[in-house]
């Protein structure tokens, strides 16, 4: 193995350890303790553990959490009745709804009751246009905690050819503004590209978020490219991204591993996306 590993493990740490410090100094400022409401429909063990991190996650920050757990048989009105009274709470900074919700609930209409200005994922058409208009909003967590880590990495973004794999409203779309408003090159290659080795071959930057276990093989990555792994599969042999780590990591630059990598920023991220929604709900 050649390239070097990012670790998303120590950046998420350090990247927690900021936030709550800035809580600290938010509140010994005058402000008001940053609260995150989350929401969970049905009894997905998965979602069950996710949602529980990010409670710890709260808590080792020094910002509040609530929690609203409802039967899987809830409706879509009263999710929406419900996300909504969060918006107008005013003690409420964050909303996160864990998705997805049942197959009978519409995730969009489900999103669009969130109030922009706490929407911490950064799912709304509001904050999802002033990303792509290149305005300040709040930014997705995954797509923003891989900037985080190619900047902790010392990955110059400026000039860079990009290559984008996935183009979901929740990875690859964010992540296209993100780059490119770090004046990147940008391409984004999805399920009808039709040779996608050739377009991620071309990428100093790839970043892969697709969710097919080890797509990406060695003829895919430049050598000396950094390889971003968002893929999250489970499969029998374990925990697996879309990249071919072994084999990428002969010939990459640097590689985020699965897991260690993306997957734990994702939390940090949104502490942080939660204070700064604190911080703006105060102005
Ligand atoms: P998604 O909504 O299913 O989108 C997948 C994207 O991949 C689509 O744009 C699809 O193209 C494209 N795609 C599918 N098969 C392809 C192929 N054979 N070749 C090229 N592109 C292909 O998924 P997502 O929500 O973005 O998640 C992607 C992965 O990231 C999953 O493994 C997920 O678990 C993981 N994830 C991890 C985190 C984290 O915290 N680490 C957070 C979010 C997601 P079309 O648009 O053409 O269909």
């Given at each position: 193995m050649s390239a070097k590993i990012i670790d998303g493990k120590q950046v998420s740490v350090e990247v927690r350890e900021r936030v709550a410090e800035q809580v600290e100094q938010f509140i010994a400022g005058g402000g008001h303790q940053p609260v995150l409401a989350t929401v969970l429909v049905g009894d997905d063990p998965a979602s069950h553990i996710y949602v529980a991190n990010?409670?710890?996650?709260?808590?080792?920050?020094?910002?509040?959490?609530?929690?609203?757990e409802l039967p899987a048989e809830t409706s879509q009105e009263d999710l929406v009745t419900l996300v909504k009274a969060l918006g107008d709470d005013d003690d409420?900074?964050?909303?996160?709804?864990?998705?997805?919700?049942p197959d009978h609930i519409d995730p969009d209409a489900v999103i669009e009751a969130i109030n922009p200005a706490k929407d911490v994922d950064g799912l709304t058409a509001t904050n999802a246009g002033l990303l792509a208009g290149g305005r300040p909003g709040l930014v997705p967590c995954t797509p923003a905690g891989v900037i985080e880590l190619l900047d902790h990495a010392g990955i110059g973004l400026e000039g860079a050819e990009a290559v984008i794999v996935g183009r979901s409203n929740l990875v690859g779309r964010p992540m296209i503004s993100l780059l490119l408003?770090?004046?990147a090159t940008v391409t984004c290659a999805h399920s009808r590209t039709r040779d996608l080795a050739e377009v991620t071959r071309r990428a100093d930057i790839l970043v892969v978020a697709v969710g097919v276990p080890e797509l990406v093989k060695r003829d895919g990555i430049k050598p000396g490219a950094t390889v971003i792994d968002v893929g999250m599969n489970r499969t029998e042999g374990g925990l697996k991204g879309d990249v071919d780590f072994e084999a990428a990591a002969e010939v990459a630059g640097a590689i985020?591993?699965?897991?260690?990598?993306?997957?734990?920023?994702?939390?940090?991220?949104?502490?942080?996306?939660?204070?700064?929604?604190?911080?703006?709900?105060?102005?």
């Open positions: 990010k409670h710890k996650a709260c808590e080792a920050a020094g910002i509040g959490s609530v929690h609203h409420v900074d964050g909303i996160l709804v864990q998705l997805p919700p408003g770090r004046n985020t591993p699965v897991p260690g990598g993306v997957g734990p920023m994702t939390i940090a991220m949104l502490m942080a996306n939660t204070l700064t929604a604190a911080k703006a709900r105060t102005r």
